[in-house]
C-alpha cells in the first residue's frame, strides 16, 4: 500500500497508545511532588518499538496535554514522558536491539527528563524546592517500573515472532 496508508495506521496507532497512557495514568502515586505513572513508560517502549521516535514523542505530548487537562498529571509530563519517548524510540531505530529502547526510556526519563524538569518546576510551577536534580529520582522510580513491564510484554512478543510481524504490517500497510 502506499505511505498515506502506512500513516493513517501510524496515526490511529499513535492516538491508542496516547489513550491507554492517559487511561493508565489514572493508576499514578506520588514520589517527591512528581506524579509517577508507570504505564506511560509501558507506552513510550511500545512506541519505540512500533511507531519510531516522531510518532512515540507525538504519542507521548498527546497523553501529556490530556492528563494535565484532566488533572491526571502535572506539567512535569512533559519533559519525563517526551524525553524518554523520544530517546527509546531514536535508540531503537539505530541499533533494532529492545535493550536498547528499554536503555533509551530509563536514560531519557531519568536524566534527561529529570533535569529538564527543574525549570519547569522551579520557574512555571513556582516550586522554591526544586534544584537540578530533584525530579531524577522520582522519574526513575516512575520509569524502571513502567520499563519493566514493558521489557517483559515485548520479550514475550518477540519470542514469539509478533513483533516482526507487526512493524511489517505497519510498514508495508
Do not use: D
Request: charged share 5%.
Amino acid at each position: 500500500m502506499n505511505n498515506q496508508s502506512v500513516n493513517i495506521k501510524k496515526l490511529a496507532l499513535t492516538g491508542i497508545f496516547a489513550a491507554i497512557a492517559v487511561v493508565g495514568s489514572t493508576f499514578s502515586f506520588p514520589v517527591f511532588g512528581s506524579k509517577c505513572a508507570p504505564v506511560q513508560h509501558l507506552v513510550n517502549v511500545l512506541c519505540a518499538v512500533f511507531l519510531g521516535p516522531g510518532w512515540g514523542l507525538a504519542a507521548a505530548f498527546i497523553a501529556s496535554v490530556i492528563r494535565n487537562m484532566t488533572g491526571l498529571g502535572t506539567l512535569l509530563a512533559f519533559p519525563g514522558s517526551m524525553c524518554g519517548a523520544l530517546l527509546a524510540g531514536l535508540l531503537y531505530k539505530q541499533f533494532k536491539v529492545l535493550p536498547a529502547a528499554w536503555a533509551g526510556e530509563v536514560f531519557g526519563t531519568a536524566v534527561i527528563g529529570g533535569i529538564l524538569a527543574y525549570p519547569i518546576a522551579s520557574m512555571v510551577m513556582g516550586n522554591p524546592n526544586a534544584a537540578l536534580f530533584t525530579f531524577v529520582v522520582p522519574f526513575l522510580i516512575s520509569t524502571a517500573g513502567g520499563t519493566l513491564i514493558a521489557a517483559a510484554i515485548t520479550l514475550a512478543l518477540q519470542s514469539r515472532g509478533v513483533i516482526g510481524r507487526l512493524r511489517g504490517q505497519m510498514e508495508q500497510g
